[in-house]
T-cell receptor, first 115, second 113 residues
Framework: GAVVSQHPSRVICKSGTSVKIECRSL??????MFWYRQFPKQSLMLMATSNEGSKATYEQGVEKDKFLINHASLTLSTLTVTSAHPEDSSFYIC???????????FGPGTRLTVT | SQKIEQNSEALNIQEGKTATLTCNYTNYSPAYLQWYRQDPGRGPVFLLL?????KEKRKERLKVTFDTTLKQSLFHITASQPADSATYLC????????????FGKGTRLSVIA
């Protein structure tokens, strides 16, 4: 149980385009989903927290107009990187919570490369 | 300032030995502390959770200790195997409920056959 999927696993896009990443909890309802970003040899840095049906809460320094988060259902959250630039190239990981207190279940991550 | 440090970026040990990884934190009062395993290009996988009122937790070959006075957690893998090679992350849970984790940078463990 507690499987979280992400799609796509890898994406390459051109500078200026937008990319959508999906995060799904496959066998449980996730009341909260988190989006993290991880640069090489760095830790996971929280970008935003999203609760189903409400607006996401963004961490300081994360542009909400650039990283659009939608959490329309208890099993799906999406992150859209708008007008992507090469510096947005990173490993994006989502996690889902709601199955057991204080436990997050992580997706496999999405490698974004902006050329 | 608030910090969470895993003070070995990389650790190499011989197969069969016990690996000990350290996580120290400053200016946090976590309710829980968790350890995750992350393989290259993959998301973290939960291993163990230890609460602030627990001293030690075990799961198979894994053992975690939590000293809130020292603000330190130790993560042990006994009888290590090459398949244990991965990056191990410690993470703090600051409040109960669905609050985000605060991660350390991780320790890259290599178990040499």
């Amino acid at each position: 149980g507690a499987v979280v999927s992400q799609h796509p696993s890898r994406v390459i896009c051109k500078s200026g385009t937008s990319v959508k990443i999906e995060c799904r909890s496959l066998d449980f309802q996730a009341t909260t989903m988190f989006w993290y970003r991880q640069f090489p040899k760095q830790s996971l840095m929280l970008m935003a927290t999203s609760n189903e049906g409400s607006k996401a809460t963004y961490e300081q320094g994360v542009e909400k107009d650039k990283f659009l988060i939608n959490h329309a259902s208890l099993t799906l959250s999406t992150l859209t990187v708008t007008s992507a630039h090469p510096e947005d190239s990173s490993f994006y990981i989502c996690s889902a919570a709601g199955l057991a207190e204080s436990l997050e279940y992580f997706g496999p991550g999405t490698r974004l490369t902006v050329t | 300032s608030q910090k969470i440090e895993q003070n070995s970026e990389a650790l190499n040990i011989q197969e069969g030995k016990t690996a000990t990884l350290t996580c120290n934190y400053t200016n946090y009062s976590p309710a829980y502390l968790q350890w995750y395993r992350q393989d290259p290009g993959r998301g973290p996988v939960f291993l163990l959770l230890i609460r602030e009122n627990e001293k030690e937790k075990r799961k198979e070959r894994l053992k975690v200790t939590f000293d809130t006075t020292l603000k330190q957690s130790l993560f042990h893998i006994t009888a290590s195997q090459p398949a244990d090679s991965a990056t191990y992350l410690c993470a703090l849970v600051l409040n109960s409920g669905n609050t985000p984790l605060v991660f350390g940078k991780g320790t890259r463990l290599s178990v040499i056959a």
